[in-house]
Every structure is written in structure tokens, then in C-alpha cells.
């Protein structure tokens, strides 16, 4: 399958890094889209230019999907005020058809930050509009179908409600390695959150494993309003 990532910021993927490895491996294509530049991602030295720690992170995100084998995209939204607007539903909706895409994972819609928030309500209305061929300015032909469309674990795991878990114990060692790439948010989450990214993953991830009786999984809610929803099993098992 083709598989497409979209997120608020470069670090965002980290809540799904476990299940595009194995999807990976499986044999699917994977990309990883983001709306903001990422240049408010240096709390850790404010005098930090927001140009260039844009350019950094947008690097780090681009260096994870190398090394995966996928793609990377940005669309560059000001961090921090991510906006539902025309360009931003376009630009998703192009990236989505261009991508062919089968299976769109997002930020949940209740998320600690509004950027999060507004992405999924941005990816929830581009999904639809993948099949909508009266999009004249959209420059790449419409899907036969709408992707399926599925929401990624919460920051912390709060008020998410898992439907799906996929066991990443098998690759688990492969997302730290991962996780360590985003170099400027290991630094920016401790300072910011009090922990860096690869113990988050620890801590998320074998509390979800907990859950579902492995050691480490990442967590899944499928978008069940209509056209959205696919019947089968889409995620690695």
C-alpha cells in the first residue's frame, strides 16, 4: 500500500515511527508530510534563528524518511499558528493524490496543541477531497477511492482511546535510532517536557504494550465518518 503521514511538525511521526517501519518492511511505500516549518522548535536557545532551525528540523524529518526509504514534504505554515485554510486543504489534498495514497495517518483531533488539532481537521477534509474531481485547482488526478484514515496516539496518551495497536517490539531498537535523528527535539523536549524523545517512546510505548499484552506498540483510532472508513485490518500486525 501507499501510505501517507501527515503531521503538525518535524517530530510529530515519532507517535507512528514503529508502524511505518514494519510497514516498511512489508513491502509499502511511506511518506511523511508536515504543515509548519518547525521554526519555533528551539526553546532550548531562544536566540536560535527561526530560519534556520526551520531548515534544521525540516532536514532531520527528510534524513528519517531516507533512511526509511520514503518521502518528505513540508509544506511551511508558521509554527505555531497552523491555519485550516484553501492552500493548506489543497496542498494535502495534492500531496495525498500524488502519493496514491491508501492509508493517511494524522494527529488526533483533541491533541494538546492546536497546530495537532487542526491538522487532523485539515487531513480529515483533504482525505475526502482526494476523490472530489470538480477540484480544478488541484493539479494531480483524484483517487478512484478515499484513503482510509486513521489517528495517531496523543502526546502522553491522554484521552486517546485505542482501537488498534500494532506490536513494534520487533523494531522497537530501530525507532530509537530513529527518534535519536530528530537531534534538535531531543534537546528542545527535554528543556520543554522534561524528557527527550526516545524515553517518551519507552515510556508511551510499553504503556500501550501494556494494554494489549507485548512489550511496546503504538496506538491507533480509525476515522469512522463516511467516506473515510475501510473494512479489513490495514495496519502491520
Known amino acids: 500500500m501507499n501510505i501517507v503521514y501527515v503531521g503538525a511538525h518535524q517530530d510529530d511521526e515519532m507517535n507512528c515511527l514503529g508502524t511505518l517501519t514494519k510497514c516498511v518492511q512489508r513491502g509499502d511505500h511511506v511518506a511523511v508530510a508536515t504543515i509548519s516549518n518547525g521554526d519555533k522548535g528551539a526553546q532550548y536557545d531562544p536566540s536560535f534563528p527561526h530560519d ?37 486543504r489543497n496542498w494535502v489534498t495534492r500531496i495525498l493524490r500524488e502519493a496514491r495514497a ?34 480544478d485547482e488541484i493539479e494531480a488526478p483524484p483517487l478512484d477511492r478515499v484513503p482510509a484514515m486513521y489517528y495517531c496516539d496523543s502526546c502522553a496518551g491522554i484521552e486517546f482511546e485505542p482501537a488498534f495497536y500494532v506490536d513494534i517490539s520487533d523494531v522497537f531498537e530501530r525507532k530509537r ?61
Not at 481537521?121 to 472530489?132: D, G, N, P, R, S
Not at 524515553?199 to 496506538?219: D, H, I, P, W
Open 102 to 135: 491508501d492509508l493517511v495517518l494524522t494527529c488526533p483531533l483533541n491533541d494538546y496543541n492546536p497546530d495537532h488539532s487542526i491538522t487532523g481537521e485539515i487531513v480529515f477534509h483533504a482525505v475526502m477531497l482526494t476523490t472530489v474531481r470538480t477540484m
Open 52 to 88: 534556520e532551525i526551520s531548515r534544521v528540523r525540516i532536514g532531520e524529518s527528510s534524513a528519517i524518511m531516507q533512511a526509511l526509504g520514503g518521502s518528505y514534504y513540508c509544506m511551511g505554515q508558521e509554527d505555531e499558528y497552523i491555519e485550516d485554510n484553501r492552500q493548506a
Open 177 to 237: 535510532e530513529l527518534c535519536g535523528l530528530f537531534k534538535t527535539q531531543m534537546i528542545n523536549m527535554q528543556v520543554f517536557g522534561g524528557w527527550d524523545l526516545v524515553t517518551y517512546a519507552e515510556v508511551l510505548n510499553r504503556f500501550r504494550g501494556l494494554q494489549c499484552g507485548v512489550q511496546y506498540a503504538e496506538a491507533f483510532r480509525p476515522e469512522l465518518r463516511w467516506p473515510r472508513a475501510r473494512p479489513g485490518i490495514l495496519l502491520p500486525q
